[in-house]
Structure formats: C-alpha cells, structure tokens
C-alpha cells in the first residue's frame, strides 16, 4: 500500500528549472507548458466565512479587517463560539402585561451567552453581557494602541495613493500622441484648467494626495520595573495565558485569562492561479463557498503522462553493474498518446536552452517597464501580473549518476476510457516491442536497462534521469483559423530516485 505521506520518488523538471512531483504541477495549455506554485500568480477571488458559508465582497471584507460579522472564535482553543440560552430574572417594565400567577414585578427572559463547546470556556468568565438575541452585537475590546494603528494605516494609504498618481502621471507624459492636433486646446495654445477658469468653473485636475505627517515611533531604554508580588506571591499558571493563547489577540496580548475576550472569525479566500507568461487562468475555483469544483481546472496530471515507479529486477544496486527498472506510464488525457524516451540534454544544449528562455524573459520585463506604445499604464493594473525573478530559468540542481540504454523505438499509450473496464469485449493481442511488460487500457509498464556509475559508494542515491516527447492534443483553439484541435509533441524531463547503493 503507498505511503501517501512519502515523498515521491518521481519528479519532472518545471519550466524554471525546479523540480516537484506532478502533483505539485500545472500546465498551460496556451503556453503548453509546466508551471510550477513559482510560475504562477496567486489572485484572490473571493472572500467568506468557513463557518456560516456567508460571502463577503472585497471591499466590506476590507472595511471589516477580513473577519466575520456574526461568527467568534473562543481565546482558549480557537475553536467556533456556539451561542446558549438560558433563563434570567429580570425586572418587569411598567407597560407590560402582568398575567395569573406571575410576580408583578420580575419575569423571566431568554438571554444568550457565548461557549464554546471544546474547552467549555463562556462569555461570563470575562464578564461581558448577555445579549437577548443569537445575533446580537458582542461588545468588542478597545485596546489602547488602536489609535496608533490606525494613523499608521491611513499614513501608508496615502503613501500609496501618492505613488499611484505619480506613476499615472508619468505614464501619460510618457506616452506618444496619437497626431498633431489631439484637440483643439493643443493647436490654440490654450490649456483646458485656463478654459476652465474663464468660465467659471472649478479646476478639473484632482489635487495631489499629500500624506500627513505622523510623529515617529522613538525607541527607549527605559523598561517599566517589575510589581513586587511577581517575586513574593507563587504563580498559578491556570491563570496565566499561554504563547497561543497572546498570540491570538496580537494587539492586547493579555497575560491572565481573565482578559481573554472572543475574536471574530477569519475569513477564508477561494483564490485563482494565472500563468504569468501568458496571463490565462490555470486554477479558477466556483465563486459559491459550499461548491469545491473548478470552473478551470489544469492540473499537470489531467494532461502529461504520469510515471510512476514500479519494481527493480536487482532489488540490491551495485556500483558499475546492470540492472533494469520497471515504470509504470498512464495517460490521463482522451487522445492516444505516442511515447518516446530521449536521453537528457547536455549541459550546453541547456545552457543554450536556458539562454533562449531568458533572452525571451529579458524581452517581456523590458515591455513591463517601458509600457505599451499607444496607451498608458491604468491605475488598476495588477502589478504581480509582470515579470518577476521567480519566472527566470534555472539550471536543474539534481544530477544523474547513472547510465541510461535509450529505447529503440516509440510507444503509444491508448487514451483514457473510464468504462473500459466494465466492457466484455476482448481485446486483440498485438505484438509489442521487447520493453514492454504489461499493458491494460490507458497503462503501460516498460523496463529501461540502467547502469550506476563505478564511483558511486555506500548509501549514495542512484538517480535515473531521461526524457519524455509525447503527442499532446489541444482542445483550445487561441485564433479562429485554427478551429481543429492542434496535435504537438511536447517534452519533459523526469528524475527518478530508483533506491541508495548498499
């Protein structure tokens, strides 16, 4: 049974060089391509409460620090508050109805209180009211630097707003005029703020945000004493917090328990994943929060060949000695699929690789930088959209120590039929190449002779590497001219660690 919790000894080469298994993988069908969490933009979609399944937009969730409305957290063991009711005597109002058998001048009442159902810890431990309804307002701590949060917070707004509109003014003086004459202000002489003013009407052009200046924060030397009780009195550890326990209120991080008011619920996020290449969606989540489907799903193992590691004919590797390997292909896509194992590119053919990609990656931070020739850069451009340094190419780090016998010829996979095992019919035996151990629908198992290099010693990893070209058959048509699937023969580079020398 496979240890789902082991790392695969199987991982195929990202287009940036780094490797993970092909679980960990994602591939563009426009770019047809591996990406890898590296090669990918991260976007929020949305935002809502895992506990009340309530969506928020973007904008309230902001406004409301990305926290639920109606759903706590207990201080204790950041488990979800349920709300209780219980009976109360309170004192009767005047204008109420006083009927047979009741004391005219108390009633009972149904209020509602705060606990939490794993640590039994309630609302009037800390002493906070109850309210009279399950979704009533639960006062909320002030705590003594919010003040001083918030001035820090509208500062640095500013602070961006002000970068924002430089940057929007010197795209616009940047940009290229489209002709001589783009109005008639610019032929006259005169400016639209002057037509303006003659007018009558106010200045069109938006003021300036100027942040305001805040007194900064001065270190100091001095550090309040410590109360005489901390060395006198014994400390009861029940009624001090714990480090999760502070951490989970970060602004007051109170040391008793008895300062441990609830929290609001975090909100979770449904985010999407673009190519940052291309910019096209490779992850695109249901907008519902209780939909766990995708509208865009691309993982790498819905369209390239899984291998997987079967079985070693010598189960104990030898320095310098043959041995064979047997690997397992399946074919995840509903197009058959022509296999062929390649040896790995030299070291200058991936140089030469590696310079090609960069010299394309140069290419496209130099149009970021510069921006378009006809029109300016908006005020909503995203800005993790442009290149980064996690795009540039990289030569793979993992080497191979072993010798590989490239196979003489190509294979084919037959494409994926979730009811072929259910059919009756028998399949006609056709004769296979030498290599092939074992086939049945969209699998086939294959044996690669290998060979670990003479100075190899005990306990060293034997890596196999190769390379797989494989008939790849896109379904997306990016122009109206090309409305048949296109077939491409696509490659990747695989490292598989067969077992260690003993």
Not at 424 to 442: A, G, L, T
Request: net charge neutral.
């Amino acid at each position: 049974m496979a240890n789902f919790l082991q790392e695969s000894p199987v991982k195929y080469v990202c287009s940036c060089g780094i490797l993970n298994p092909i679980t960990k993988l994602y591939f563009c069908r426009h770019c047809l391509s591996l990406r890898c969490g590296f090669c990918v933009c991260h976007e929020v979609d949305s935002h809502f409460c895992s506990n009340c399944l309530e969506n928020i937009p973007s904008s309230e969730a902001r406004h409301k620090k990305f926290r639920c409305n109606s759903c706590y957290v207990c201080p204790s063991c950041n488990h979800t508050l349920s709300a209780k009711a219980a009976t109360v005597t309170v004192p009767r109002k005047q204008d109420e109805p006083v009927k047979e058998g009741e004391d005219p001048k108390t009633q009972q009442k149904k209020m509602y209180f705060l606990t939490c159902l794993a640590c039994r810890w309630t609302s009037r431990d800390v002493g906070i009211p109850d309210q009279s309804s399950t979704t009533g307002h639960w006062p909320d701590l002030e705590y003594s630097n919010q003040a001083r949060f918030t001035s820090i917070f509208e500062y640095y707004q500013a602070v961006v707003l002000q970068e924002k509109q430089e940057k929007r003014e010197f795209w616009r003086r940047k940009s290229p005029k489209a002709h001589k004459y783009p109005s008639l202000t610019d032929r006259t002489g005169l400016t639209v703020s002057m037509i303006r003013r003659q007018i009558g009407w106010n200045d069109k052009n938006p003021i300036k945000a100027k942040p305001a200046s805040i007194s900064p924060s001065i270190a100091s030397e001095e550090v309040q004493q410590l109360p005489e009780i901390v060395f006198t009195k014994p400390i009861n550890l029940k009624n001090v917090t714990t480090i999760k326990q502070r951490h989970g209120q970060p602004a007051e991080q109170p040391y008793t328990v008895d300062r441990l008011y609830p929290q609001r619920k975090s909100l979770w996020i449904k985010r999407s994943l673009r190519c940052r290449k291309c910019e096209h969606n490779v992850i695109k989540p249901e907008f519902h929060p209780c939909s766990i489907k995708y509208r865009i799903q691309l993982f790498a193992s819905y369209h390239v060949p899984e291998v997987r590691l079967v079985s070693l004919t010598n189960v104990k590797l030898t320095p310098g000695e043959k041995n064979q390997v047997i690997l397992k292909f399946s074919n995840p896509t509903m197009q058959d699929m022509t296999i062929t194992i390649e040896d790995l590119p030299s070291e200058s053919e991936e140089a030469q690789l590696i310079d090609e990609i960069k010299h394309d990656f140069e290419k496209q931070v130099q149009i970021s930088e510069t921006g378009p020739t006809s029109t300016p850069v908006t005020l909503g451009t995203s800005l993790s959209r442009q290149p980064s340094l996690n795009e540039e190419p990289r030569p793979v780090d993992v080497g191979t120590n072993t010798t590989l016998e490239i196979l003489d010829s190509s294979f084919i996979l037959n494409h994926r039929d979730d009811s072929a095992e259910f059919d009756e019919e028998v399949q006609i035996e056709k004769e296979e190449p030498e290599f092939i151990v074992w086939r049945k629908s969209n699998k086939v198992s294959i044996k690669l002779n290998f060979t670990p290099n003479d100075d190899l010693e005990v306990g060293n990893d034997v890596i196999l590497g190769f390379t797989i070209q494989y008939t790849y058959v896109n379904t997306v048509t990016n122009t109206p001219e090309k409305k048949k699937p296109q077939t491409h023969a696509l490659t990747c580079r695989v490292y598989v660690k067969v077992g260690s020398i003993e």
